[in-house]
């Protein structure tokens, strides 16, 4: 009842910027979290950053001071800016949310993943 899906990826040059949306849609009562993980292939998808309702925001260590989340609550929106991109930051990025749909089940929501690809 819940959909997630990705916007913004693409290939970009080290150093650039990039910045992905997350347009969650359905019978929505309330998301709780919105966040932004990545995974590569052999390796297991870790957190990027996190938000909640109530606009507390998580990073990943490593990666505080690039990334910033931000979301809109009118859209149901999150968004991921990414500076002073890595070529270590290419990955797949998916968009997860924290959910309860109007008359359903609080659950864990995914979107499809949106490729990054930083290089030169």
């Known amino acids: 009842q819940v959909q997630l899906v990705e916007s913004g990826g693409g290939l970009v040059q080290p150093g650039g910027s990039l910045r992905l949306s997350c347009a969650a849609s359905?019978?929505?009562?309330?998301?709780?979290?919105m966040g932004w993980y990545r995974q590569t292939p052999g390796n297991q998808r870790e957190l990027v950053a996190s938000?909640?309702?109530?606009?507390?925001?998580n990073y990943a260590g490593s990666l505080e001071g690039r990334f910033t989340i931000s979301r809109d609550f009118a859209k149901n929106t999150a968004y991921l800016q990414m500076n002073s991109l890595k070529p270590e930051d290419t990955a797949v990025y998916y968009c997860?949310?924290?959910?309860?749909?109007?008359?359903?089940?609080?659950?864990?929501?995914w979107g499809q993943g949106t490729q990054v690809t930083v290089s030169a």
């Open positions: 938000i909640t309702i109530g606009g507390s925001t």
């Open positions: 359905g019978n929505i009562a309330i998301i709780y979290t």
């Open positions: 997860n949310a924290d959910a309860a749909p109007a008359f359903g089940l609080r659950s864990d929501y």
